[in-house]
Nanobody
Framework: EVQLQASGGGLVQAGGSLRLSCAAS????????INWFRQAPGKEREGVSC????????YISDSVRGRFTISSDNAKKTVYLQMNSLKPEDAAVYYC?????????????????????????WGQGTLVTVSS
């Protein structure tokens, strides 16, 4: 069973940093891509970042590029989202989702068009609050 545990959220002042973690279990990590999404109250879910262990591709959305970076510790089966220079508009619940990238031929390079929630397994979300 695919299980994802997102953590690392919290309250931070604007300009501060947080590191989110998505710990995975129950599947072959090297065959999957881990995607980060966020959803603020009253807003649509937004794709933020992606890391694929299947093909080594990554993705960072325009809205966070230059401030957020994604990395992975495959030995720990954990993907990290380092968030720097946080802005109030970054406040949201952040979710990680796993896609069987190898089986689907999914690449983070095509994140915006290829991601299909039908094939995704989701973590529970972690809340990020940014005070101005």
């Amino acid at each position: 069973e695919v299980q994802l545990q997102a953590s690392g959220g919290g309250l931070v002042q604007a300009g501060g940093s947080l590191r989110l973690s998505c710990a995975a279990s129950g599947f072959t990590f090297d065959d999957y891509a881990i995607n980060w999404f966020r959803q603020a109250p009253g807003k649509e879910r937004e794709g933020v970042s992606c890391f694929s262990s299947a093909d080594g591709t990554t993705y960072i959305s325009d809205s966070v590029r230059g401030r957020f970076t994604i990395s992975s510790d495959n030995a720990k089966k954990t993907v990290y989202l380092q968030m720097n220079s946080l802005k109030p508009e970054d406040a949201a619940v952040y979710y990680c989702a796993a896609i069987p990238a190898f089986r689907l031929g999914y690449s983070c390079a095509g994140f915006r068009h290829q991601f299909n929630p039908r094939f995704a397994s989701w973590g529970q979300g972690t809340l990020v609050t940014v005070s101005s």
